[in-house]
Antibody, heavy 119, light 107 residues
């Protein structure tokens, strides 16, 4: 059974940093692009970033570019999102999601981790 | 970036109704259009990928159509468990933008 479990969410002050983790199981992690998608309270879905199977390529949404860094450790079946210079507008539930590569959609999602940026 | 626009933003319907939700891309995305369903407090779940392919385990009352810039999600006969928010998403390029969502409510 495919499972994605996010951790590392919490309350952080504006300007602070936080690192999210996504632990994957039930599939060959190193064979899939992986993504982060977020959802601000009461709002829609926003794609944040993705990373290639071997970690050699990453892409970011404009709102996080230069502040967030996506990475992965295939030996640990894990993906990460390092979030720096956090702003109030980064407050959201952050989902880890697996991509079905050829068809270009997100077929499995984690339960989400809440990040709250507030003083 | 490719902009995705859904209509309507909200919709009231009754059990048994046939419902259609539209999604328009700001440029051609071929058939790289996906539909997700999200219920309160839950992660999104894919329903349709590549515009019209039904994901495994998803009810056949869901169907998708379209190509280029205009796409449609149809629910043939609404069931109580279908009341949720629906999002389209383009997989043509990054950023993989989502539509703003369509909230489907019980009439």
């Amino acid at each position: 059974e495919v499972q994605l479990v996010e951790s590392g969410g919490g309350l952080v002050q504006p300007g602070g940093s936080l690192r999210l983790s996504c632990a994957a199981s039930g599939f060959t992690f190193s064979s899939h692009w992986m993504n982060w998608v977020r959802q601000a309270p009461g709002k829609g879905l926003e794609w944040v970033a993705n990373i290639k199977q071997d970690g050699s390529e990453q892409s970011y949404g404009d709102s996080v570019k230069g502040r967030f860094t996506i990475s992965r450790d295939n030996a640990k079946n894990s993906m990460y999102l390092q979030m720096n210079s956090l702003r109030a507008e980064d407050t959201a539930v952050y989902y880890c999601a697996r991509a079905r590569t050829l068809e270009r959609f997100l077929d499995y999602w984690g339960q989400g981790a809440l990040v709250t940026v507030s003083s | 970036d490719i902009q995705m626009t859904q209509s309507p933003s909200s919709l009231s319907a009754s059990v048994g109704d046939r419902v259609t939700i539209s999604c328009r891309a700001s440029q051609s995305i071929n058939r790289y259009l996906n539909w997700y369903q999200q219920k309160p407090g839950e992660a999104p779940k894919v329903l349709i990928y590549l515009a019209s392919s039904l994901e495994g385990g998803v009810s056949s009352r869901f169907s998708g159509s379209g190509s280029g810039t205009d796409f449609t999600l149809t629910i043939s006969s609404l069931q109580p468990e279908d009341f949720a928010t629906y999002y389209c998403q383009q997989g043509f390029n990054t950023p993989a933008t989502f539509g703003q969502g369509t909230r489907l409510e019980i009439k």
